[in-house]
């Protein structure tokens, strides 16, 4: 089976090789995300993967079938990139990665735990020389409640990394299928929770979950964590909630129109999101770069699991990430 392997970065290369020689494979890399201009580098080729940044839409899917491409595998768990009703059209296979939750759990506590320890303020007041405390007054961890949104492998992790620290956790789900979870309602999560952390998939139904609406229902000084996708939360309510005070931070690792910002290097040419850089300037505010996963066991995993995924459509015509 041939597969080419788009949006490789480096780092991924040595877990490519060392699968590629384990399964047999024979893979070709391609740097360039997959997109409707660089979908024809796939032509030729039996399978395909990519990752979540990549734009798989309606024409990437028919330009597939036209080459005889039957199955594709993302390296990524969230597959919002996905038109998945073309992918049925095209009767092209879908599939996602499983990788260590651990990687994007660990993260979202860390980052929960530096905005309770004012770290970005602190950041920020050394590099001008202020070694005051002034303004950096925390708050533990086992005096907080905690709000986990969506309770998947990644939120019972975040779940329980929270209650081990003594933390009050409650959680919301779409689905309440765990008897060891404390599910509230929305509403009620919303209300009374000092540290708000996402951990569900994008859907049609949640884009904008948090917003004007759902802020104006949290707790004054709450804390926002985003390990999950930008496109949950509006940023310019955000922004709107920070100035008026309302809300005590936000530390987001993904944000909405993030494509071509986040995994680039900006330094030289800037960048033209001026949302982002109005949240910047905030003193409670840490963004970081959709680097939750990046961890070398998850990287590792991802490249494992879709050449797996790839091996099984091949084999059997379906495969154990299967989505459609
Ligand atoms: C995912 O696996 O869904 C991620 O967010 C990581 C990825 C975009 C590299």
Redesign the pocket.
């Known amino acids: 089976m041939k597969i080419l392997a788009f949006a490789v970065r480096e780092d991924e290369i040595e877990s490519f090789n060392r699968y590629s020689k384990k399964f047999s494979l024979d893979i070709s890399f391609e740097s360039k995300s997959l997109r409707p201009d660089t979908v024809f580098l796939a032509k030729g080729f039996d399978g395909v993967t990519f990752?979540?940044?990549c734009n798989v839409n309606q024409e990437v899917l028919k330009k597939l079938n036209s080459y005889g491409i039957k199955f594709i595998a993302s390296r990524?768990?969230?597959y919002n990139n996905v038109d998945l009703e073309s992918a049925k059209k095209y009767e092209i296979k879908v599939s996602n990665?499983t990788y260590s939750p651990y990687s994007v759990a660990e993260f979202a506590l860390m980052i929960s735990m530096m905005m309770l320890r004012h770290i970005p303020k602190t950041i920020k007041h050394i590099e001008k020389n202020n070694f005051s405390l002034n303004g950096l007054l925390g708050r533990e961890v086992r005096n907080q409640q905690v709000g986990v949104i969506g309770t998947g492998k990644i939120g019972k992790i975040v779940y329980n990394l929270f209650k081990s620290l003594g933390a009050s956790v409650v959680a919301y789900d779409l689905y309440q299928n765990n008897k060891d979870i404390n599910y509230v309602c929305l509403d009620e999560l919303l209300k009374t929770s000092d540290i708000i952390t996402l951990h569900t998939p994008l859907t049609a139904e949640n884009y904008h979950l948090i917003d004007k609406n759902s802020i104006s229902k949290m707790k004054n000084d709450v804390i926002i964590i985003n390990t999950a996708r930008g496109e949950l939360i509006n940023l310019i309510d955000i922004l709107e909630g920070l100035n008026s005070n309302k809300i005590g931070g936000v530390a987001f690792d993904t944000f909405e129109k993030e494509v071509g910002i986040v995994h680039k290097d900006c330094s030289e040419k800037g960048y033209d999101y001026q949302e982002l850089k109005n949240l910047l300037t905030k003193e409670n505010v840490l963004i970081t770069s959709?680097q939750a996963?990046y961890t070398e066991q998850a990287v590792s995993d991802m490249v494992e699991s879709a050449l797996k995924n790839l091996i099984e459509f091949n084999r059997d015509g379906t495969a154990q990430n299967e989505i459609i």
């Open positions: 990752l979540g940044n990524s768990v969230g990665a959709h996963f």
